[in-house]
């Protein structure tokens, strides 16, 4: 079993920048890909950022050239800086890792996620 904890959101201003952190734990698991989804009221859950692990990237749309992932993976952590954050980032930010254990296969797991908002 694999958990996620997910740390940095909080209200920040238009314009304004914040860095979400996510802390893998467990025992004796490898982790491949790691995200960032995120769900805004009303809407389904979106693909914000991903990370493989050779080191390759993925970006929504919305967020290019203003939000970067990057990951330790000596410290099974991975980050989302994001500048420039507009209102309609505002969302419910969402950990993910596909990651296996000594006893399963590759496996998908959440964290509980952290609230970003965006407001004057």
């Known amino acids: 079993q694999v958990q996620l904890v997910e740390s940095g959101g909080g209200l920040v201003q238009p314009g304004g920048s914040l860095r979400l952190s996510c802390v893998a734990s467990g025992t004796g698991f490898t982790i491949d890909r790691m995200a960032w989804y995120r769900q805004a009221p009303g809407k389904q859950r979106e693909l914000v950022a991903d990370?493989?692990?050779?080191?390759?990237?993925n970006y929504a749309d919305s967020v290019k050239d203003r939000f970067t992932i990057s990951r330790d993976n000596a410290k099974n952590t991975v980050y989302l800086q994001m500048n420039t954050l507009k209102p309609n980032d505002t969302a419910v930010y969402y950990c993910?890792?596909?990651?296996?254990?000594?006893?399963?296969?590759?496996?998908?797991?959440w964290g509980k996620g952290t609230l970003v908002t965006v407001s004057s």
């Open positions: 993910y890792a596909e990651a296996r254990t000594f006893t399963t296969g590759w496996v998908d797991y």
């Open positions: 990370s493989s692990s050779n080191g390759g990237t």
